[in-house]
């Protein structure tokens, strides 16, 4: 897989320095530092309220920070209007000129530069056919289809070649099926042209199709960064696992470390676990196995822990069924029935069950305990 790292303040073109944001007694941004890399896709998730389109604005010059500073490409761009920063926005609800074809809503921002003709034709025409909307450049607005709209939206605030590309929620005004497709073009668009795209969506599956950096936020805080995978394998806080995908919490004790990870206690029995080098033995912690990490079979695993469970639920889910299963004994209060915990099975391992009577059990390497 090739994941581009987090920048750092050296190769980064946007920095949020100790950036806060507050209208009037409540604050919509604490302390952000942030560093966007050049040519990365960057997107910033979490719930609505949580920052992310304020955070986005101040990047526009649309909103001020309260305190800190916005570095655009080495350039301190705190105090610099939105038409003197070289960053373009994207809406959700596009707003293209209605009148003007679509050729002419992608020249606008050119035209406004003075750009000599010629040079504006090419350029509508490049920008045109890395849409594939070659032969639409005439239509207008209302003569176009909104997955074409919205094409036509992003190439025109594309096409003064901003160094960073907002895209404010641009896809949610569309159905389910047309996003989709919208989110792998503009994936797409975004390599071929190699600009800084900056996102923002409460949608965790967007920002896991599309982005090389995610950049999870909470109450106006970031929760945690990291590229899509990471992520979701290693989430630090009960919110980021939470949000991102399903999970399961499990209730376990730290006994000690296990060859590169530890052993915690689950069920009553010893299972393995990553976490931070400086868990303390003894201590209560959840322990995150997302559904598909759930192992479950018939006959006791020989070469690892597992745990006897019951099978109290299937739901069938087309290629998986999710199954609920009540782990036996071990429960904090010493109840006959322990935790519960969610399966994601394959017609496969569901066909070589042959009860409701299993073992649980995971591969180490995916499970993570958390931070809180
Ligand atoms: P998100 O984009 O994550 O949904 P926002 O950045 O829009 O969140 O908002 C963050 C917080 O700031 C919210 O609590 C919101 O109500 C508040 N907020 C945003 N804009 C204003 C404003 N112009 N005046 C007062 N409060 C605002």
């Not at 609800?93 to 000599?116: C, K, Q, T, W």
């Not at 047309?178 to 409460?202: A, N, P, W």
């Not at 299972?271 to 322990?287: C, H, I, N």
């Not at 429960?331 to 073992?359: K, M």
Request: charged fraction near 25%; hydrophobic fraction near 40%; include cysteine.
């Amino acid at each position: 897989m090739n994941v581009k790292s987090p920048a750092t303040a050296a190769d980064s073109v946007v920095s949020f320095v100790n950036v806060r944001k507050a209208y009037g007694r409540s604050v919509a941004v604490h302390d952000l530092n942030l560093d966007i890399g050049r040519g990365q896709f960057v997107t910033l998730l979490g719930p609505s309220g949580c920052g992310k389109s304020t955070t986005l604005r101040m990047l526009g010059g649309f909103e001020e920070p309260t305190s800190g500073r916005i570095i655009l490409d080495g350039r301190d761009v705190t105090d610099v209007p939105p038409n003197r920063r070289n960053v373009n926005i994207v809406f959700q609800d596009y707003a293209l000129f209605p009148h003007l074809s679509a050729a002419r809503n992608i020249a606008f921002g050119l035209e406004m530069r003075a750009v000599p003709r010629d040079a504006i034709a090419r350029r509508v025409r490049d920008l045109l056919a890395l849409v594939h909307l070659e032969e639409f450049g005439d239509r207008q607005p209302g003569e176009l289809s909104g997955g074409q709209r919205q094409r036509i939206a992003l190439m025109r605030a594309l096409a003064p070649d901003p160094q960073v590309l907002l895209l404010d929620e641009p896809l949610s005004a569309l159905d389910a099926k047309l996003r989709h497709q919208m989110q792998i073009e503009l994936k797409s668009i975004q390599s071929q042209t190699g600009k800084t795209f900056l996102f923002v969506t409460h949608d965790q599956e967007e920002a896991l199709t599309m982005s090389d950096q995610v950049v999870v936020m909470n109450s106006g805080r970031i929760e945690q960064m990291g590229d899509p995978e990471t992520l979701y394998r290693r989430p630090r806080s009960r919110f980021v696992a939470s949000f991102i995908g399903e999970a399961n919490f499990l209730d376990a004790r730290v006994l000690g470390r296990e060859g590169d990870g530890w052993a915690v206690e689950w069920a009553g029995q010893r299972f393995g676990a990553q976490g931070d080098e400086g868990l303390a033995a003894g201590g209560q912690r959840t322990v995150v196995v997302r559904p598909e990490s759930i192992v479950v079979q018939s006959e006791r695993p020989a070469q690892r822990a597992a745990a006897q469970g019951r099978i109290v639920r299937r739901i069938f889910r087309g290629n998986l069924t999710a199954l609920t299963i009540r782990a036996a004994g071990g429960a904090a209060d010493g109840a006959a029935d322990g935790a519960e915990v969610t399966a994601s099975v394959g017609p496969a391992a569901l066909d070589a069950l042959s009860g409701d009577d299993v073992w649980l059990s995971w591969n180490p390497e995916n499970a993570t305990i958390l931070n809180d």
